[in-house]
């Protein structure tokens, strides 16, 4: 298992402290444990923020940045080392070796908060914290107001507060050297489950079976698990974007849509695939799934530094309806039913969001109302799709219930593009020849 050395997270913190002014102050709250039935909890998943710059996976915590302050700058407030409780939910850090093993200046308990943040906030000439944590801003108010009452001397507070999620949202845009390896991980065990998952599916296992052979892969090979909940729609579920029910058998002559993707030291793999349940694409399956990989394949070779994520859903969109008029499931000129946006009861999504340490991650889309061009180190997804719904009417019955999505996952390198999800089979003969059994390398990605 890779792990991600000490200095790059003290490194981080130097580097967002580093744009900001002297005694700067930055607050950034860990996850906290929640209930999933009484005394029992759902999974901890830690603060993507908070794991950015901590790599500290322990639930109620707080990170405090403070630039140019005379007692350190990096500062943590963690659990307290206790016995008993380590017995039943299992070892903590504690502050010692909060110190050591995560490079930090100084780390308190957290029943010292009230005591230590006061002091801190006195010097303070601004103040940087997630001003949507309702719970750390009133606790941040409690800490001004104990600033007034025990230093009487202080000439005046930060008089607001900054978004610290904005700044970081654009650090985390650009992945370093070392989380792009990380992300190849990712996608690479995310690849090998969706191959798995088409090895396996015959006609009539269900849905969950399939979800049950991904997420096997996912952590045999070193995932924490699922970074999205899985979704396995066979049939007219393709056309349920955010099915995650995965409940129903899975029929021959059906499609089946697989959107998962595993989660690798935090980082989120994202890919869908969509096949047919027996094996042998039919032809309208055939002609809709090529038009969509026809997308797929266009908007990845148009991606390079200085391309927009809007340049290549225009891309997409022109592709899909001028492929969806050839196929006459839409009647009229390409550019005026563009215009109408009529395709988007086929194609109702966007093509592409950012992917890192959430699936659909952090950074801005526009920067001074205009697409932000693509850069170095930028990873996301690349996902056109057609749902043509059970229902839809004045379609031929042959097309209804067809709902495919074909989903790669995206580095910007300096001259274009690397696909990080080329691991598993996308086109017709590659998806048919891995199901029929042939060696998954031979049958040709
Ligand atoms: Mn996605």
């Known amino acids: 298992m890779k792990h991600l050395p000490v200095e790059v997270f003290i490194q981080r913190r130097r580097a967002l402290m580093a744009s900001l002014p002297n005694k700067a102050l930055l607050l950034v709250p860990s996850a906290t444990l929640v209930t999933r039935s009484r005394d029992t909890e759902h999974p901890f998943r830690q603060d993507s923020d908070f794991w950015y710059l901590t790599g500290f996976n322990e639930p109620d915590a707080l990170l405090v940045l403070m630039k140019g302050y005379s007692e350190g700058e990096q500062f943590l407030f963690n659990q307290p080392k206790d016995k008993l409780m ?90 370093a050297p070392e ?55 066979s049939g007219d579920n393709a056309c349920v974007l955010h099915y995650v029910e995965n409940k129903d058998v899975m029929q021959a002559g059906d499609l089946v849509l697989i959107d998962a993707g595993a989660e690798y030291q935090g980082y989120a793999g994202d890919i869908t695939r969509t096949f047919p349940v027996s094996g042998i694409f039919s032809l309208q399956q055939k002609q809709l799934y090529s038009l969509v990989l026809k997308a797929n394949l266009l908007a990845i070779s148009l991606t390079r530094p200085g391309a927009t994520l809007d340049e290549l859903h225009q891309a997409v969109v022109h592709c899909l309806v001028t492929g969806l008029v050839e196929l006459g499931l839409l009647k009229g000129e390409v550019e005026a039913l563009i215009e109408a946006e009529s395709y988007k009861v086929f194609f109702m999504h966007g093509t592409s969001h950012w992917l890192g340490l959430d699936v659909h991650d952090v950074g801005l889309y526009r920067q001074d109302g205009k697409a932000r061009p693509l850069e170095e180190g930028m990873v996301f997804t690349i996902e056109p799709g057609l749902y043509i719904a059970p229902d839809q009417q004045g379609i031929d019955p042959l097309w209804q219930g067809l709902g495919i999505r074909i989903e790669d996952d995206i580095l910007v390198t300096a001259t274009g593009c690397e696909v990080l999800t080329s691991g598993v089979p996308k086109t017709i003969e590659g998806i048919e020849g891995l199901m029929k059994g042939e060696d998954h390398a031979a049958a040709g990605v």
Request: charged share 25%; glycine share 6%; hydrophobic share 40%.
């Open 86 to 175: 380590e017995t039943w939910t299992g070892i903590r850090l504690g502050q010692e070796a909060a110190v050591i093993q995560l490079g930090f200046d100084q780390a308190f308990m957290l029943t010292e908060i009230d005591q230590q943040l006061p002091k801190l906030l006195a010097e303070a000439s601004e103040v940087w914290m997630p001003i949507e944590d309702q719970a750390l801003y009133s606790r941040y108010l409690f800490w001004r107001q104990q600033v007034r009452a025990r230093f009487k001397r202080v000439a005046s507070l930060p008089a607001r507060i900054t978004d610290l999620s904005q700044q970081l949202g654009e650090m985390r845009l650009i992945k």
């Open 179 to 233: 989380e792009i390896e990380l992300m190849k991980e990712a996608a690479r065990i995310s690849a090998e489950a969706h191959c798995r998952a088409m090895q396996v599916c015959r006609p009539n296992m269900y849905e969950y079976q399939l979800q049950a052979e991904l997420e096997h892969e996912f952590r045999m090979q070193g995932a924490s698990g699922p970074s999205y909940g899985s979704i396995v729609g």
